[in-house]
């Protein structure tokens, strides 16, 4: 039996899945390596190496839009702070467009 996760939540970082033996649940809780949906669900879930299989999606394509939100909040607040430096507004709008691709 496999517990959902919210993606946007975390929870990533190790495997859910597990065996029942004599009664007793035992976790996996290897390191997670790829996010399996759930065939009945079809809910998200990280799983090891081991327990990837059925249709996935790599951690990497699940992150990767996270890790470039942050790269884009970084780079504007770079631009913010150079702004309040130098006091161009003009080209804090410029650059905060051109980041955000508005």
Do not use: N
């Not at 039996?1 to 946007?8: G, K, L, R, Y």
């Not at 009664?23 to 949906?37: K, N, Q």
């Not at 006091?87 to 508005?102: M, Q």
């Amino acid at each position: 039996m496999t517990e959902p996760i919210d993606i946007a939540g975390g929870g990533l970082d190790s495997c859910s899945e597990g065996v029942t033996r004599q009664g007793m649940y035992e976790p996996c809780e290897a390191t997670a390596v790829a996010v399996r949906l759930d065939p009945e669900e079809h809910t998200p879930y990280p799983v090891c190496a081991r327990h990837a299989r059925g249709e996935m999606v790599p951690l990497h394509d699940v992150l990767q839009p996270a890790v470039q939100d942050v790269d884009t909040l970084r780079k504007l607040r770079a631009a913010h702070a150079e702004w309040q430096r130098t006091g161009d507004l003009y080209e804090f709008v410029r650059a905060s467009t051109t980041l955000l691709g508005t």
